[in-house]
Nanobody
Framework: QVQLQESGPGLVKPSQTLSLTCTVSGGSITTNYYYWSWIRQPPGKHLEWMGAIFYTGSTYYSPSLKSRTSISRDTSKNQFTLQLTSVTPEDTAVYYC???????????WGQGTQVTVSS
């Protein structure tokens, strides 16, 4: 059973960088053909895919967030990390990490972590 757990600060000040880590257990982030995604849901809005890192290490980003988003990984810790720069209150959301596959979509999700952007 694959499990994902998000961690990071729950409060970030405007203009700062949001950093979240997803720790994966029960499966490797280098397993063939899986993407490891970051998805968020602002209050009252739909889920928004932010980006992903492929098992090869290649990264993919939402065009609307690409200029501010970076996803990296630490294979020794089986973790992948999201960084979102220059945050504003509009970046307030529940942030999820998930395992993603081209054919089946996101099949395992973290529980989500609330991040609030406020001074």
């Amino acid at each position: 059973q694959v499990q994902l757990q998000e961690s990071g600060p729950g409060l970030v000040k405007p203009s700062q960088t949001l950093s979240l880590t997803c720790t994966v257990s029960g499966g490797s982030i280098t397993t063939n053909y899986y993407y490891w995604s970051w998805i968020r849901q602002p209050p009252g809005k739909h889920l928004e895919w932010m980006g992903a890192i492929f098992y090869t290490g290649s990264t993919y980003y939402s065009p609307s967030l690409k200029s501010r988003t970076s996803i990296s990984r630490d294979t020794s810790k089986n973790q992948f990390t999201l960084q979102l720069t220059s945050v504003t209150p509009e970046d307030t959301a529940v942030y999820y990490c998930a395992r993603d596959h081209e054919l089946v979509g996101c099949d395992y999700w973290g529980q989500g972590t609330q991040v609030t952007v406020s001074s």
